[in-house]
């Protein structure tokens, strides 16, 4: 070890703050040659024309120069398409819509802005790992509610940690990521109303699912909802946001980084936002093709299949380790996520993206071979 190396660990040790030193770094697996269906991403591309137009808009950007503060071409659009304006009128109130660098940068402003160490953040378990993740990041206390044994939420265990922990932050992933199923309104509202504190409702995946409860933000002052462009089709993107009281978000903005939109970003959503029909296309494509998966998931023995509302499906391995189940799929040429290990509930537990219907074939062909091989290898042991 080198001197220069040797004083560099000195000063991390000394330096780092301790609950830093205990995390890791969040992993990102690699995909290359493989079947990508890990990680809740449109499989479509854009058609032709669509991509044309956006060859022909990026030419047009003056890359030397900053971006729009706060992407007003971007928020215009997205508070046409959500109605934004509509639903301010209706409760007579001011609502403003900020953007983030992906939903996790919003998470930590939002962490940022309202937890202490006196009150922290709240979620269900199993759930976002990144709500967990950010508190530790910023370094305030995370509660952990866990789910009923069907991933459905307890509401009393909810209703009594709210009590206990008088948290700051409440966030509800709705679908719910990453067991996809919905929290139902009333239990949503059963929250929001014993909280002292702000409830964040996550709608990641509200584009494969009828629930919307973008509402509420009218009817409660501390609600806001956010939601992401990453799983309709722009996952390369990376921008989230949040809607709510202008109240809120004017705070909230105090602690949004300058620039954090960049000039390709907002080129992009700007058309993509344009032509958002078709992205809704590709995601009713996608609601088809989960309930073609699901149905071929309960087709396989040695299978807990979970009902999905979001672009990907749970399922549970009975009969075999998910984990080998994982690796071979792998070596068949398919990448999927395996969550066992991640959090008790969710032993042996496997998350399949849903893909085009001729990858989910593809899937379903690698995951029925595993369990088979995989059965075959253990009863003759």
Not at 6 to 14: A, I, N, T, Y
Not at 141 to 147: A, F, N, T
Not at 256 to 262: A, H, M, T
Not at 317 to 326: D, Y
Request: net charge negative; glycine share 6%; with cysteine.
């Amino acid at each position: 070890m080198s001197e220069l190396q040797r004083q560099s660990e000195m000063l991390v040790e000394s330096l780092v703050r301790a609950e830093v030193k205990d995390l890791h770094s969040y992993h990102v697996p690699g995909s290359s040659g493989l079947l990508k269906l890990d990680a809740m991403e449109n499989p479509f591309s854009w058609p032709g024309h669509l991509q044309n137009a956006w060859f022909d808009k990026l030419k047009e950007i003056d890359a030397n120069r900053y971006p729009d503060p706060s992407a007003s071409g971007v928020n215009q659009r997205l508070r046409k398409l959500l109605n934004v304006d509509v639903l301010a009128a209706r409760a007579n109130t001011e609502l403003s819509i900020m953007l983030g660098n992906g939903s996790d940068e919003i998470i930590q402003i939002l962490a940022m802005t309202l937890a202490s160490k006196e009150r922290g953040i709240l979620a269900p378990e199993p759930s976002f790992v990144m709500y967990q993740m950010i508190a530790k990041f910023v370094g305030i206390p995370y509660h952990g509610v866990e789910l009923n044994e069907d991933f459905s939420l307890d509401l009393n265990a909810f209703l009594s940690s709210i009590r206990a922990y008088n948290p700051s932050l409440i966030f509800l992933a709705v679908p719910n990521n990453p067991t996809g199923n919905l929290f139902g309104v009333n239990e949503v509202k059963a929250i929001v109303e014993a909280s002292k504190g702000l409830v964040v409702v996550d709608e990641a995946y509200m584009a494969f699912t009828g629930s919307d409860l973008l509402p509420l933000i009218a009817e409660y002052p501390n609600v806001v909802v956010m939601r992401t462009l990453s799983k309709v089709g722009l996952a390369g993107l990376r921008l989230g946001f949040l809607i709510g009281s202008t109240v809120w978000l004017n705070e909230f903005d105090k602690l949004r980084l300058p620039y954090n939109i960049n000039v390709l970003t907002q080129a992009s959503a700007e058309l993509a936002l344009d032509n958002y029909h078709v992205l809704s296309e590709q995601t009713e494509s996608l609601r088809a093709a989960r309930s073609e998966l699901t149905a071929g998931l309960q087709a396989i023995d040695g299978l807990q299949v979970y009902e999905s509302e979001a672009n990907f499906v749970l399922v549970r391995c009975l009969q075999a380790s998910a984990r080998e189940v994982f690796t071979r799929m792998k070596e068949l040429g398919v990448l999927i996520k395996c969550l066992d290990g991640g959090h008790p509930s969710l032993k042996n537990c496997l998350r399949l993206t849903v893909g085009k219907p001729q990858q989910n074939v593809q899937m379903l062909t690698a995951l029925t071979a595993s369990l088979v091989e995989l059965s075959t290898r253990k009863s003759s042991v």
